[in-house]
């Protein structure tokens, strides 16, 4: 499942040229059953299933003997940390990650006491099973790695890297649908360009992630900026058709 999703596009790349190494085990394959089962029923009754200890463990062991270093074990899970791109960053520092991916129910309690460094959850909603959470981890995390994107200033400018979201984006034609692309951009004055470009990001972080701004690195300039989205708040927010709704119902 992973295999098929990490093996395409940008990381497969990535990994046929060396940058990254991805590998995938079958938890099932260190199955002691003679119909390789990995999980039971759990003690104390309930519903579900349970994955056993020492599949998980059989395996985990052989991967990390693979390992000069201890990688970090991280287990992908709803109780974690909750996945930032901060995090992503600090975990694409580390010379090796394994992520274990958990199914059914749970896993025995003894196996995560025993090996896990760490839960990381991609959000606050519960998934079938770890796998989805390991491809995004691993995506989010290959394209910070050394040689993986062509130009590093794709992320450093990006969402979420520097505490904001990103200014929007335009490309030709100059005139679609009778929309035309902002004038500062066609003229090519660097410093005006760079200037809309963090007044944009400030302004979509204002309305779509206002939660963001508490902790963004922000400047005297970015500040008085806000205070002018501030003042006119309400008629632009209508504008840009991001008028409130309440979706939880
Ligand atoms: N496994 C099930 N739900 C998950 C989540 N939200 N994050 C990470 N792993 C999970």
Known sequence: MCE????????GRAKRAGHIDIRYHHIRYYSED??????????????????????????LDAVLATFDTRPRVIYLSPQGQVLTQKKVVALSKLSGIILVCGHYEGVDQRFLDTYIDEE????????????????????????????????????TEESHYNGLLEHPHYTRPAIWRGMAVPEVLLNGHHAHIEAWRRQKSLENTYYKRPDLLENAPLTEADHQYLAELRSKDGKESQALGYAEQDLST
């Open 34 to 59: 003679k119909h390789r089962r990995t999980d039971d029923s759990p003690y104390g009754g309930g519903s579900g299933m349970v994955m056993q200890a020492e599949p998980l463990a059989a395996c």
């Open 4 to 11: 098929a999703v990490l093996d395409e596009s940008i990381t």
């Open 120 to 155: 990381l959850s991609i959000g606050d909603y519960v998934l079938t099973g770890g796998e989805i959470a390991a491809m995004v981890v691993t995506d989010a995390v290959a394209r910070l790695c050394d040689g993986v994107l062509r130009d590093t200033s794709s992320y």
